[in-house]
């Protein structure tokens, strides 16, 4: 690492993807300038963290020491594993020690290789820190615990992006979130950007939007369940940029599709970005992505599993018509098509999987 930075004395942002931090000797020469530091440790490192424990504490002792001018740290350890990580206690004090000394314009979070525990969050206030990110990895499989303490933090008042993630291959237990959603919007006054990766049901991310309607940005993983009540009122939401990755089983219907779909547009009328990719399973019919009432809709990017065609409705009033110069044929893989209609000009079509 000293290498690097000696070869690189301008440095403002450090990546690194994929790695170990297997080194317990690690001697500073030096501080960096670097004022973003990500650090995303290789798959299923989390196996290891008994054997590399002692190297990991010396690493945070290192990061301490080193970027004295970090305003944003993220340190991930993603696994594959059905089962929650299992806490290294000794890391805890070792980030509480160094988030404590960090630099005040610290405004980003985000340390996956161990919870975030009343006595981080602590050190954290203590430093009087005013963050505007925070990211908490819910594969420790207490979700709940950690919102709760970042609730009632001195936190709670400046967070404009706060991430829930988790690498585990399982849908959130909804009732974690459903707790919180009622209040969430008034205890995190300052929330902006909701990300949300990892599978929750179609009727929690509708509770979202119904919930947080001051939101600017939402990102979401769900899994296609239930249904739509149409008595359901949509709500008005400020949402400018919707990002949904959306997991369709064999069995649901492109109906039900369509239904949460609809409702999620017409909740966001200042929408300017639409993000929807995904997979899907035996699906048949047509998926219609309508933007009727979007004046400032900018870009649709659509990566939806593979459709056979993408066919593009011109919208008049409350009716559209298929114009048959403007169909994008695809390869024969699947029985299912995409729709997109949208009214304005100068919109930027972004679609994937296209031959």
């Known amino acids: 690492m000293e290498d690097l930075h000696a070869h690189t004395p301008n440095l403002q942002r450090l990546d690194l993807d994929n790695v170990w931090l297997l080194s ?3 001697f500073v ?19 290891e963290m008994d054997r590399i424990g002692t190297s990991m504490v010396s ?3 290192y990061i301490q020491c080193k970027y004295n001018r970090l305003e944003e740290i993220s340190i991930l350890a993603p696994q594959t594993d059905i089962e929650p990580i299992r806490v290294i206690n000794t890391f805890e004090h070792s980030i509480a020690m160094m988030v404590g000394v960090m630099n005040t314009k610290l405004a980003g979070y985000g340390i996956g290789v161990f919870p975030l525990t009343k006595t981080i969050m602590d050190a954290i206030d203590d430093r009087n820190l005013h963050l505007k990110k925070i990211t908490i990895d819910d594969d420790y499989g207490i979700f709940s615990d950690q919102l709760e303490i970042i609730l009632l933090s001195k936190q709670s008042k400046s967070i404009k992006h706060l991430e829930i993630l988790s690498y585990r291959e399982i849908r959130m237990n909804d009732r974690a979130l459903y707790r919180f959603l009622h209040t969430l919007s008034g205890r995190l006054p300052s929330l902006q950007h909701l990300c949300i990766s990892m599978r929750i049901g179609s009727s929690l991310f509708l509770q979202l939007l119904i919930h947080l309607p001051k939101l600017e940005v939402l990102e979401v993983d769900f899994t296609c369940l239930g249904h739509v009540s ?4 949509v709500p008005v939401c400020t949402i400018k940029r919707l990002h949904i990755r959306m997991y369709v089983y064999q069995g649901f219907n492109v109906k039900e599709i369509n239904n949460i779909i609809r409702f999620a547009i017409q ?16 699906l048949s019919g047509t998926v ?4 009727l009432d979007n004046p400032l809709l900018k870009l649709i990017h659509v990566d939806f599993g593979q ?6 409705s011109m919208l008049h009033g409350d009716e559209e018509y298929k114009d048959g110069k403007h169909i994008c044929k695809l ?4 029985s299912f098509n995409i729709d997109i209609g949208w009214r304005g000009e100068d919109v930027i079509l972004d679609l994937k999987n296209t031959e």
């Open 307 to 312: 459709p056979d065609y993408y066919t593009f």
């Open 29 to 47: 020469i030096g501080v960096s300038g670097i004022k973003e530091l990500k650090i995303k440790l290789v798959p299923d490192s989390v196996r």
């Open 59 to 61: 690493w945070l002792q």
């Open 331 to 334: 390869a024969d893989r699947n």
């Open 267 to 282: 909740a966001c009328p200042m929408l300017e970005e639409f993000h929807i990719s995904g997979c899907c399973y035996s």
């Open 288 to 291: 219609n992505l309508w933007f």
């Open 230 to 233: 149409s008595r359901i009122e």
């Open 24 to 26: 317990s000797e690690n």
